[in-house]
């Protein structure tokens, strides 16, 4: 598969997208079991075929209260040297070639330029947060309220 295709999620009202060459299985939401203490972000530990794998809610990445899943919701699992990792997905779009743009989230007079990848996928339409297995779980709040005129349509959600 090419590198440039990705595969299209929402969490929150934002879109997100891993390349699809490391998504290794979307499933429905299920059952999870209690994880250990002390992982921020990660609601609990799903059996994916024997393996376990950690899932995180990127709606909540300083961890509980998490908000309540819904039949609709889906898992979409990937690896992160060499463990299953999973996030959880309010929609899933399907698999999409994107071409990335570089977005900075604030400028070095305010501590330090973060840059992000965002592709839009047709003129008009809200952006789309590029990511990849090792930095799909470390974007902070504080970076995607400035992101937000990129990731949400106008108004918000």
Do not use: H, Q
């Not at 929402?10 to 999870?32: F, N």
Request: hydrophobic share 45%; with cysteine; charged share 25%.
């Amino acid at each position: 598969m090419d590198g440039n295709i990705y595969l299209i999620f929402a969490v929150a009202g934002r879109r997100y997208a891993l390349p699809a060459v490391d998504v290794e299985r979307i499933s429905p939401a299920a059952e999870l079991t209690e994880g250990p203490s002390g992982l921020a972000g990660v609601r609990g530990i799903a059996n994916v075929g024997g393996e376990a794998a950690a899932v995180a809610d990127l709606r909540a990445p300083e961890g509980p209260p998490f908000p309540e899943m819904e039949l609709c919701d889906r898992f979409v699992f990937f690896r992160k040297l060499g463990r299953l990792w999973g996030v959880v997905a309010e929609e899933v779009e399907g698999a999409a070639p994107l071409v990335a743009d570089r977005v900075t989230s604030r400028d070095e007079k305010d501590g330090g330029t973060g840059v992000f990848e965002v592709a839009f996928d047709a003129p008009g339409k809200t952006g789309i947060l590029l990511r990849t297995p090792e930095n799909i779980l470390s974007v902070s709040e504080d970076d995607l309220s400035l992101l937000e005129p990129f990731l949400l349509p106008a108004g918000g959600e």
